[in-house]
């Protein structure tokens, strides 16, 4: 259940949404940083407008495969009992695919 199959992949997808995630709260530090005096106006204009939405979007999803593949490793590593670790990789599927949802709907809600 690995998400690329092979541990390159794996290791790629890590690096990569690291990298991401990395630019985008660089970016949003960098935001705080130049607006001193942060409004809800200063909020509401950065996350209404399209770029924002769509790399906040991406955000997510990097998030999302950043901490399966973490977990995966984790799992795979420390739970042994087949059963048990599958149910547990079932949980974590489906809540990562459910804060992806959920901030779809708070992006575009």
Do not use: N
Request: hydrophobic share 60%; charged share 10%; glycine share 10%.
């Amino acid at each position: 259940m690995s998400l690329g199959g092979t541990g390159l992949r794996d290791w790629l997808v890590q690096r990569y949404t690291a990298a991401f995630l990395g630019i985008y709260t660089l970016f949003l530090v960098g935001f705080v940083l130049m607006h001193q005096e942060l409004a809800y106006e200063d909020w509401l204009g950065l996350f209404t407008s399209p770029w924002m939405q769509i790399s906040t979007l991406f955000a997510l999803i990097c998030v999302a495969f950043h901490a399966w593949v973490g977990l995966w490793t984790v799992l795979t590593d420390y739970i042994k009992p087949f059963l048990l670790r599958y149910v547990l990789e079932g949980v974590i599927i489906f809540t990562l695919f459910g804060y992806v949802i959920w901030g779809i709907f708070v992006l575009w809600g």
